[in-house]
């Protein structure tokens, strides 16, 4: 079974999301078997961030000044999946997810999954630096994606 943990920095996600453990905690519910890791405990750690602070993690780890949308921190690079595994952390910020602004509830939360699962596939080794690994990642995204839109529905 897959679990994740659920932190907040930034007040605003609570506004668009009231149940935000129970929320992201159905999405992996929702996954298909081969991402559920039946009779298995899998875990990781989401933080639900902001523009500054992801900056912040961005400079740090990735050299890079500027904020960004997710930041993915695979605790191994070759991932295998055990009894008992910690695959790493997630931090996704509210202010790149919140645009437009006056966008409504089910499209703020589809963008959310989206970018969620592309996280989640980043912790398992998938990448997007070549473009046969890009298009590899962004397949296996959109499928995720129309399984999880489909069972949350």
Known sequence: MIRVNVFSEEKAWLKRLKNKDIFFNKICKAFPNKYKFLNKKV??????????????????????????????????????????????????????????????????EEKVIKIFIHGFLHLLGFDHKKNKDHYKMLREENLLFETVKLKMN
């Not at 000044?65 to 605790?75: A, E, G, R, V």
């Not at 931090?91 to 645009?99: A, E, G, Q």
């Open 43 to 108: 875990t990781f750690t989401l933080m639900l961030s902001n523009n500054k602070n992801i900056k912040k993690l961005n400079k740090v780890f990735r050299n890079k000044n500027k904020s960004t949308d997710i930041l993915s921190f695979p605790l191994n690079k070759n991932i295998k999946i055990k009894k008992n595994t910690y695959l790493g952390d997630i931090i996704i910020s509210y202010n790149y997810l919140d645009k437009p602004r006056l966008q409504n509830l089910k499209l703020f």
